[in-house]
């Protein structure tokens, strides 16, 4: 929601260029706050108050607005300005606007930007998207193992205004080579004890991530190990930088749009649902709908194939919904389950066992629970109590197949490498329909007392 309630004092200030008071604006509240407050304006006011702050307060308010408005602002305005600003965004994050660019553009602002910055945004830029070099950020508190506690407070003060985060200081030799971590806590504890050097302190079991590794992999080991940063290094375990807890959040986020929208059988989308082209949100549905609906044909070819069966005892036809959605329902709810699961990290491929005899169990329990309503509906309306057990029988079948290809199905796609939510609930539910049709019109061959 757009806070309006200053818009016209801004609008005011900006057209009197009152100095005194958009300077104070920038700082008087928390920069999301700030940024909350210039959401009405339009982007050329936006900017026009930006430069009324320092280059570091700038840089904070401007990491506030969604991105489509960050990368609008950052084509529109001057590029002098704009180099200015990139050069105080953090590292990870400027490599993200840059790449959502146009190629010339991104020249005009890298010709202004300083050497270290250029060669550090081109660096970052090369690493492939979604793996962990992509995600770092290359801000990090590197320090020598042989500095005592108060030599390394010093030297953190002078790195301090070029540091994303302080959470933990990297002990690196002179080749940068990760050689152990200390705690800004275990840095300041020490200082008791001034000839005690980072070499004594430091722990060199140091949990950290590859720069090729994907940043699934990355945000796994942050939750397993509780870290609030993690350092990436390349093969030969150089630092090359950290990635923040912060990022993590955003990875877990996209991961779980992505995992949701496959799981409701729509290709995942690069941007969010307002911004995305409809004719490309028509793609992404349209893809899976299309092999969806394949899918429910062969449900109507079944139900062609059994048409001579279904004419001679019409009451079946009655129970088809029923047991089409009991199949389908169970078979969601399993492959919802699992998938959840596995992308928790909470079930691997290993489990298969114990998954599948969870599954058989719960299938048992509810479709016996499921068929007993089933019976007692079906008693009423079939011919004879007799014929009345094809209902049940049916149900319990149903399901218990959902459960099955509901359980085994995701576990199978990552087996074969392939992201086990694209076994999406749609796609179980359609193989489930199928076989239950096929279960249902043999339990009634079987069990209906005039021949078919």
Not at 86 to 94: T, Y
Not at 183 to 191: C, D, E, I, M, P
Not at 227 to 247: E, F, N, S
Request: hydrophobic share 50%.
């Amino acid at each position: 929601m757009v806070n309006t309630l200053f818009l016209p004092e801004l609008r005011e200030m900006l057209a009197s260029d009152d100095r005194g008071e958009l300077e104070e604006f920038c700082v008087a509240l928390n920069a999301g706050r700030t940024a909350e407050f210039m959401e009405g304006l339009d982007d050329n006011e936006v900017w026009r108050v930006l430069q009324y702050a320092t280059p570091e307060r700038r840089a904070e308010i401007f990491g506030y607005f969604p991105e489509v408005r960050q990368v609008t602002m950052l084509d529109q305005e001057p590029a002098d300005q704009v180099a200015a600003l990139v050069d105080e965004i953090p590292a990870d994050d400027r490599v993200d606007l840059m790449q959502s660019l146009p190629e010339q553009r991104v020249g005009e602002i890298l010709n202004l930007l300083p050497v270290d910055a250029r060669r550090d945004i081109q660096r970052l830029g090369a690493y492939p998207d979604g793996t962990a070099g992509a995600l770092m950020t290359t801000e990090v508190a590197m320090l020598r193992s042989d500095l005592t506690s108060r030599e390394a407070l010093e030297e953190l003060g002078r790195q301090a205004s070029d540091l994303e985060t302080i959470y933990y200081l990297y002990v690196v030799d002179e080749n940068q080579l990760l050689l152990g971590v200390v705690s800004t806590r275990q840095l300041v504890s020490s200082l008791n004890k001034p000839t005690k050097t980072l070499s004594e302190m430091m722990e060199s079991d140091v949990i950290a991530a590859s720069v090729t590794d994907h940043q699934e992999e990355v945000a796994q080991k942050v939750e397993k190990y509780n870290l609030l940063a993690i350092p990436v290094v390349d093969d030969a375990r150089h630092l090359a930088g950290i990635i923040t807890h912060d990022d993590v959040i955003d990875v877990v986020r996209e991961e779980l749009e992505e995992d949701a929208q496959r799981i409701a059988a729509v290709a995942p989308l690069e941007d969010s649902f307002l911004e995305v082209g409809l004719l490309m949100l028509s793609w992404k549905r349209g893809i899976w709908l299309t092999i969806l609906f394949f899918a429910a044909l062969l449900t109507a070819f079944a139900l062609f194939h059994y048409d001579r069966e279904l004419a001679q005892y019409e009451w079946l036809v009655w129970f088809i919904p029923l047991i089409i959605s009991a199949g389908g329902n169970s078979g969601s709810q399993s492959a919802t389950l699992v998938i959840t699961a596995m992308t928790s990290g909470d079930v691997a491929f290993s489990d298969w066992p114990k998954v599948m005899k969870r599954e058989v169990i719960v299938a048992l329990t509810l479709g016996g629970f499921l068929a007993l309503i089933g019976y007692t509906v079906a008693f009423f309306l079939a011919p004879s109590p007799e014929d009345a057990l094809v209902i049940p029988l049916t149900l319990l079948l149903v399901i218990f197949c959902g459960c099955v290809c509901g359980g085994a199905l995701p576990m199978l796609f990552k087996r074969l490498g392939l992201d086990p939510a694209m076994m999406s609930n749609p796609f179980v539910a359609g193989i489930v329909d199928i076989l239950g049709i096929v279960i249902y019109i043999n339990v009634a061959r079987l069990l209906l007392t005039a021949p078919l």
